[in-house]
């Protein structure tokens, strides 16, 4: 709690609470709650988030084979508990302890595995804004509007690492030494450890080089983000009653939903995306005409069973494997200090 990014977090939450509740009639947000299948709304969504962790786990088996061959199961497992503790703990430090939790499974460089989570992350956001311009594209709504805004903006966080990525690819010896040059005159130790850390990344970059490799990442990101992804929402419409006339209209908004809630969670925030998950189903639903009220009670009903079953599954891995929480907090701990060697 002395870590003021924790604090800046807990503010950008609060803003964007604000925003989803300002205009929202709170007693009309409740009555759509209420009368929601709730039943159907599990039914449909707690299979598609534990099918979601499963295809990510595939992804990543592609992304770290260059490093060594992991267990799908492993990764299941690492990949759910990253999951939860992006939920519970401040700092997006799930990707760290998923890392860190594959490491414990299976051994390998730490550093190396969690440059194929960055790897991973980095292709994510490529995926979210070309979903994002694709779907408004598609709807005639050009590049205008609040969601297509935000896809803009977070254009350089794509573009920057996918530079880097492709530098490290191409050249990564005199990348390696221009990043060490440039931290030399600050800290040995930093310099040092840069270097390893880059190195290791470097070697998590392998699976760039294999077309077989990239065929199947590809191939997972679409279904993770255009199918696996957009059934909860799909459930949210039905449990609720919303009805926006096509399926090709139905697809879409749950498309831009997908692609503004990617976006959302691309900033700092609480733990579990409270606030800016929100904010981007409201938006991204009242850019379809759903009413005010309706839009936040999907994007309440969507990230409810959202957090519910990621933080199920991921306490659930770890109460199955005797790993306590104790230990997850202590390598989210440890890491900020060591190399991850």
Not at 259 to 285: D, Q
Request: contains cysteine; charged residues 15%.
């Amino acid at each position: 709690m002395r870590d003021p990014r924790v604090w800046f977090g807990l503010a950008v939450t609060a803003v964007f609470v604000w925003l989803v509740l300002r205009d929202a009639p709170f007693a009309e947000v409740a009555r759509v709650i209420a009368r929601a299948n709730w039943v159907l709304l599990l039914v449909l969504s707690i299979p598609a988030y534990v099918l979601v962790i499963y295809l990510r786990a595939l992804r990543w088996k592609h992304l770290a084979a260059p490093i060594q061959p992991f267990a799908t199961g492993s990764l299941f497992r690492a990949t759910a508990v990253g999951f939860m503790a992006n939920n519970v703990f401040p700092l997006r430090m799930g990707e760290v302890i998923r890392a860190w939790y594959l490491w414990r499974e299976g051994g390998g460089s730490r550093a190396a595995i969690f440059g194929t989570v960055i790897l991973e992350r980095v292709i994510d956001m490529v995926m979210v804004i070309g979903l994002a311009f694709g779907v408004l594209g598609l709807l005639g709504a050009g590049h205008d509007g609040l969601i297509a805004r935000g896809a803009v903006i977070l254009l350089p966080v794509a573009i920057a690492p996918s530079i880097v990525i492709v530098l490290l690819e191409i050249a990564p010896e005199p990348v390696i030494a221009l990043a060490t040059r440039l931290t030399r005159p600050f800290s040995t130790r930093l310099t040092e450890f840069l270097e390893y850390a880059l190195r290791r990344f470097s070697e998590g970059l392998g699976a760039l080089r294999s077309g077989h490799h990239l065929f199947r990442v590809a191939l997972y990101t679409v279904a993770i983000w255009l199918v696996a992804s957009t059934i909860p929402i799909f459930a949210a419409f039905a449990a609720v009653g919303v009805d926006l006339g096509s399926p090709f209209q139905t697809l879409a908004a749950a498309w831009i939903t997908q692609a503004a809630i990617g976006m959302a969670v691309a900033l700092p925030s609480a733990p579990g995306f409270f606030g800016p998950y929100h904010f981007a189903c409201k938006v991204a639903l009242e850019h379809f005409g759903i009413p005010t009220e309706t839009a936040v009670a999907l994007g309440t009903l969507i990230h409810a069973v959202f957090w519910l079953s990621l933080t199920g599954l991921g306490l659930a891995v770890l109460r199955l494997r005797r790993t306590s929480l104790v230990e997850i907090n202590a390598a989210a701990a440890g890491s900020k200090g060591s190399s991850g060697r």
